[in-house]
């Protein structure tokens, strides 16, 4: 345990390297570099592992973890901060994840990158990424939570907006910071909050005080649990910040694929977990969470239905399995939501990668209109995306499948409403999966398959393979989170809902297939309504509506408020040194007599001042 | 009228001189008539110093005297210097069109 | 007549023969009448400094003051010969309402200067302080006045000099074509000139 401090700053090492290279380094190093450094952390996750597992079976106490504090950090009145790490299950769960998912993605990216003329600034960026993502994951106190909070925000700003010579991308990078920031704001004042009430920040102080201070269905915990859920979903791009994931696609695509499939957009996931004590002593903040899941898979997944670019497809996908974790945490399912979180980081991650491929293969081409029968002539992408398909669709016996039922399940036992709903969101997903499936690799257009060359590089293709290896089989690991976080109760469900939550999504193939490939019941197709159409596409009018209700009325205070009370002081200062100046420069015409003139002036003046005072 | 009387007005002389001198000075656009007034107002200034030596019966304001004649031969001798320097650039002695300092 | 009423009789003319001296000095248009006329005034105010009992000062004004640097005035005018036409300008740089702003000035500073001059009540007499006395005193505390006036004399001559000597070839002079004056030239290249046209002239 006691290297568990190099498990982030690894990865800070090698950014720091990497930043005082400043751009001379040789691509060959700093790919090096940039995945030696995940890769070193990832091993020392396993040895840490290791040592987890042996500890845990002499008999671990259930649900302990390990704490090493590396120095004091912040000690200022009652607050007495160190900077510590923790251990348990769940952070060495999400460490799984990250590093070996970040070490895939890492391998990829560098064949993935390979032409672009800023190699090296992508590597800094991201080995920043994943110091903070880790920071995040290991902390023990919630400062320092927060502290990897913003750090991944910070990376994920610059590396949305990587190409910044667009400035859509400029755009879109600045839209995802400033929709998280609100979401941190609700978080800070959460934490401020927990302090106030409950005199530490430590996460398994708070824990412990918590159920001691409270009682279920207090106001303050509620709050509280509110204030922590903003900031879940400022991150994890849930309802209502979710506005900016879709744009967030302006990145590369390994980009899309770390950040925001598989690491950040889970930190809200992880934050709730990690907090769940305040959260189960408030029902309405658990309603609350499984509500804003439900909503935000269905509305993801209308808006999936009606998207062209292939990323943009991803993106809504990845909301939509994101409100799935916030449903099954609040249903209490913390485990299956950990789980999801975990296989659809690998089923993700292997989608964008591999949509990621085909996007090269074509010319960075992203338009799934301009693509369809690729099957032939990119058979690993092929594969690949089919296997990630088949795990979001969750059909048995993938991983997906695996990591959805108990969530379906859970739902049904707290309430049959939050099960129809997951129910329905799996046939939405079975649709519009489908529809990418044939549209990309399927259906041929008139003009036969569009134009592909194979991408240069070795790195390309195993990750995927490695990937969708894992997608398959990961349903048969036990997660180590489990240990840490409360079981959830038996599951004894009717037989019809088992039963219905495997066969709609097979009847979602199906109509797919009907619709798509052989192209009948057409009437289905909500392409022929094209206010509806427009309606979903633009994710249910979010957009339009927080620019009308913020941003509009935001401009407009600013720009009446460009020449405000406050401007006159120093436009004032400015106005009266000119007068002055132009005052006093017409006293120095030059002139010799007039200077004489003057002189006498206070000649006069001086003498009268002496005679008459 | 006594003695005493006579300083006071060899005073209220001298500054009728030295504003006279003033005058000169403020109006005239010539040079050379600049330097003239200035003599005069120098020797008003000599005035006053004189007035007031006989007054307290010193020598003082005889030695003043001297160094105001002194300073004034100088000053006339550098004045008519540039007097000359002035007129062969110009070709013309008059000090208004001495104006490039200005701002 | 007492000899306090030749005094004072004496005193106050000369007075009045120096300020008006003085006035039709600051109005004249011709630089070599203003001179005569400021000649005038020093000289009335040497004989009221003789009268105040001051005859070494009176000597040096008429000297010094009437002697040398008016007659440096008027060489300086001579040589730079403006002719009639300056007379001509220095009117037309004389209007009449250029004169109001600086009486006004001026009656204020004498007004001013005399109200400070206040009431003559604890004023002395005239005492005569003769050449014997005033050169004790130079020689005594005051000789380092004597050496600095010959520092500043020096510098003047020096300053004067190199201001007035002329290295190029002199300009045409304003108002009249053909000129009167050929400046002797001391510099080398004129010399060298010179020395080359007697050797042709010889030749």
């Known amino acids: ?613 | 009228m006594t003695d005493a009387v006579i300083i006071d007005h060899a005073f209220i002389l001298a500054a009728i001189l030295f504003c006279l001198g003033l005058t000169g000075v403020l109006v005239r656009r010539n040079l050379v008539f600049v330097l003239i007034s200035l003599e005069v107002m120098l020797n008003a200034a000599g005035l006053a110093f004189i007035a007031a030596g006989s007054a307290w019966g010193q020598a003082d304001g005889q030695i003043m005297f001297l160094a105001v004649v002194t300073l004034g031969a100088a000053e006339v001798a550098v004045g008519l210097g540039l007097t000359l320097l002035l007129f062969r650039r110009f070709n013309s002695i008059d000090i208004d069109q001495l104006n490039k300092l200005k701002g | ?203």
């Open chain 1, 1 to 613: 345990m006691d290297i568990l401090w190099l498990i982030p700053t690894l990865p800070l090492l090698g950014f720091t390297i990497l930043v005082l290279s400043s751009g001379r380094m040789p691509r060959e190093k700093a790919r090096v570099v940039g995945i030696g450094s995940i890769a070193l952390s990832f091993m020392t996750t396993l040895y840490i592992a290791t040592q987890y597992y042996a500890a845990a079976s002499h008999g671990l106490d259930h649900g302990a973890g390990f704490t090493v504090s590396l120095w004091p950090w912040i000690v200022a009145g009652d607050l007495n901060l160190n900077f510590s790490l923790y251990l348990d299950g769940l952070s060495l769960s999400m460490l799984f994840v990250i590093t070996g998912v970040g070490t895939l993605i890492h391998i990829y990216a560098s064949g993935y990158m390979w032409d672009d003329p800023d190699y090296t600034r992508f590597f800094t960026y991201m080995n920043l990424f994943v110091a903070a993502m880790l920071m995040l994951v290991l902390a023990d106190n919630l400062v320092l939570m927060f502290l990897g909070w913003e750090g991944v925000g910070l990376c994920s700003f610059l590396l949305i907006g990587f190409w910044y010579k667009d400035p859509e991308n400029g755009f879109a990078a600045r839209k995802a910071f400033v929709v998280t920031r609100a979401g941190d704001t609700a978080f800070a004042i959460g934490l401020f909050l927990l302090f106030r009430e409950l005199g530490s920040l430590e996460i398994q102080e708070i824990l412990h005080r918590a159920t001691d201070e409270w009682e279920v269905g207090a106001n303050m915990p509620t709050l509280i649990a509110i204030l922590l859920l903003g900031g879940a979903v400022g991150k994890s791009a849930q309802l209502p910040l979710q506005t900016w994931l879709p744009d967030a696609m302006a990145g590369p695509t390994p980009v899309s694929a770390l950040i925001h499939a598989a690491t950040m957009v889970t930190a809200g996931v992880y934050l709730i977990a990690r907090t769940h004590p305040v959260f189960l002593l408030s029902p309405t903040a658990m309603t609350l969470v499984a509500s804003v899941g439900l909503i935000t898979l269905l509305i993801a997944g209308f808006t999936a239905l009606n998207q062209w670019d292939i990323k943009r497809v991803l993106a809504y996908s990845t909301m939509s399995q994101i409100g799935y974790m916030f449903l099954a945490l609040g249903v209490e399912a913390w485990d299956s939501s950990i789980f999801h979180l975990m296989t659809h980081a690998l089923f993700k991650a292997l989608l964008f990668l591999t949509a990621g491929s085909i996007i090269l293969a074509l010319h960075h081409e992203q338009d799934i209109r301009k693509m369809g029968g690729l099957r032939k002539q990119l058979p690993v992408p092929f594969w690949c995306f089919l296997i990630g398909s088949a795990c979001l669709i969750a059909l048995p016996p993938t991983s997906g499948f695996w990591s959805k039922e108990p969530i379906l399940l859970a739902a049904w036992e707290v309430d049959p409403v939050f099960w129809a709903g997951a129910v329905l969101g799996a046939f939405l997903t079975a649709i519009y999966t489908t529809r990418l499936m044939i549209l990309v690799f399927f259906y041929t257009p008139e003009g036969g398959p569009p134009e592909t060359h194979e991408p240069k590089g070795w790195q390309l293709h195993p990750p995927l393979i490695i990937l969708a290896a894992l997608s398959l089989v990961a349903g048969a690991f036990q997660l180590p989170a489990a240990d840490a976080l409360p079981h959830a109760h038996e599951h004894h469900p009717p037989l019809w809902v088992e039963v219905t939550g495997i066969l709609l999504p097979l009847v979602g193939i199906f109509i797919g297939y009907q619709v798509f490939l052989k192209e009948k019941w057409q009437g289905l197709r909500m392409a022929n309504q094209q206010g509806l159409r427009d309606f979903l596409a633009k994710g249910w009018g979010f957009d339009w509506l927080y620019d009308a209700l913020l941003v509009k009325p935001f401009l407009t205070l600013a720009r009446l408020n460009r020449n405000d009370l406050v401007d006159l002081v120093p436009k004032g200062v400015v106005v009266a040194s000119t007068q002055c100046y132009y005052f006093f420069s017409r006293g120095q015409n030059g002139q010799l007599r007039f200077y004489v003139a003057t002189m006498a002036a206070a000649a006069i003046m001086i003498i009268s001042l002496a005679l008459f005072t």
């Open chain 3, 1 to 203: 007549m007492s000899a306090i009423f030749f005094y004072n009789f004496i005193f106050y003319s000369t007075a009045v023969i120096a300020v008006v001296a003085t006035l039709l000095m600051i109005t004249r248009h011709n630089a070599v009448h203003a001179l005569l006329y400021l000649i005038i005034s020093s000289l009335s105010m040497a004989i009221i400094f003789y009268l105040l009992g001051a005859p070494f000062a009176a000597v040096l004004e008429v000297i010094i003051y009437a002697g040398a640097v008016m007659i440096l005035f008027v060489f300086v005018v001579m040589m730079l010969n403006l002719g009639h036409r300056s007379v001509e300008q220095e009117a037309a740089w004389l209007p009449a309402k250029g004169w109001i702003v600086p009486s006004i000035l001026a009656a204020v500073l004498l007004m001013l200067l005399v109200a400070g001059l206040g009431e003559p009540e604890n004023l002395r007499g005239v005492h005569l302080v003769g050449v014997k006395e005033v050169g004790i005193v130079l020689f005594g505390p005051y000789l380092l006045v004597v050496e600095l006036a010959s520092f500043l004399l020096l510098a003047g001559l020096v300053g004067a000099y190199h201001l007035a000597r002329r290295s190029t070839p002199p300009t045409p002079k304003y108002g009249d074509a053909q000129s009167h004056f050929t400046p002797v030239s001391d510099s080398e290249a004129d010399e060298a000139a010179t020395d080359q046209r007697i050797e042709e002239g010889k030749a």
